[in-house]
């Protein structure tokens, strides 16, 4: 198993951290986004999450700990942080968007511009989000890129979730949570709901994404609605012995 610090990184050539997100990008619908990798399980989570950011036409700043590069290799086999190893379904388009509207920023860069809160987004997700991450954040505690940018995000009151994986939780990890929801942040376990009747791992996948993306106010077409699966029973055929 290769060391998390030979996994290379490269530095992004970030726009102004004072410009207008609305301004951004090719298209006026064009939002920020700050998304966080720690070593949680669920890799599969964050890497859907940048896809669909991406292919609706936002801009996603990407930082990820040590330990969220670790879990990066041992779950998708990823080594680098680029966007056509980390999201191969976009490699064709890979080097238009980066540094265009994928940026990658490294996690002990604790001066890089998502750790500023003049830094405009339109919210940060940690996904995964282990119970160290969400300790530090909780407590302002954190050294990294991944506490910092995330405690700007409080500061600025912008919206901050995290999909926190870890299963059972300890009263610390209660407390924690406690914290972080009164600072303003959401606490959005990766609990995917089965009412949807999922077919595959990716269903459920969507589901938890889906979950991250309404809570960032983003309008997408992911299968996860109940009003749909509701009108979907609706319309079967009526057994004429009920």
Request: hydrophobic share 45%; aromatic share 4%; glycine share 8%.
């Amino acid at each position: 198993m290769p060391s998390t610090r030979s996994v290379p990184v490269r530095r992004a050539a970030a726009p102004s951290p004072s410009a207008s997100p609305a301004s951004i990008g090719d298209a006026a619908r064009t939002r920020r986004y700050v998304v966080g990798i720690s070593g949680a399980s669920g890799a599969a989570y964050a890497t859907r999450l940048i896809r669909v950011l991406l292919d609706l036409g936002h801009e996603v700043h990407l930082v990820v700990t040590e330990y969220g590069r670790q879990l990066l290799h041992d779950e998708l086999g990823v080594t680098r942080l680029d966007l056509g190893d980390l999201v191969p379904a976009l490699a064709d388009r890979a080097d238009t968007l980066t540094n265009t509207r994928y940026f990658v920023h490294p996690h002990k860069d604790v001066g890089a511009v998502i750790a500023s809160g003049s830094f405009i987004h339109h919210g940060m997700v940690v996904v995964p989000c282990t119970s160290a991450a969400l300790g530090y954040i909780a407590t302002g505690s954190g050294t990294n890129l991944l506490a910092r940018a995330a405690m700007v995000t409080l500061k600025e009151r912008r919206p901050l979730i995290l999909v926190h994986r870890e299963s059972p939780l300890s009263l610390i990890d209660i407390r924690n949570m406690e914290a972080v929801t009164l600072a303003g942040g959401i606490i959005a376990p990766a609990n995917p709901g089965f009412y949807l009747l999922p077919e595959s791992i990716d269903d459920l996948v969507d589901f938890v994404v889906g979950k991250c993306l309404d809570l960032l106010h983003v309008e997408h077409d992911l299968k996860v609605r109940w009003a749909d699966r509701r009108a979907q029973m609706r319309r079967r055929p009526t057994d004429p012995d009920e």
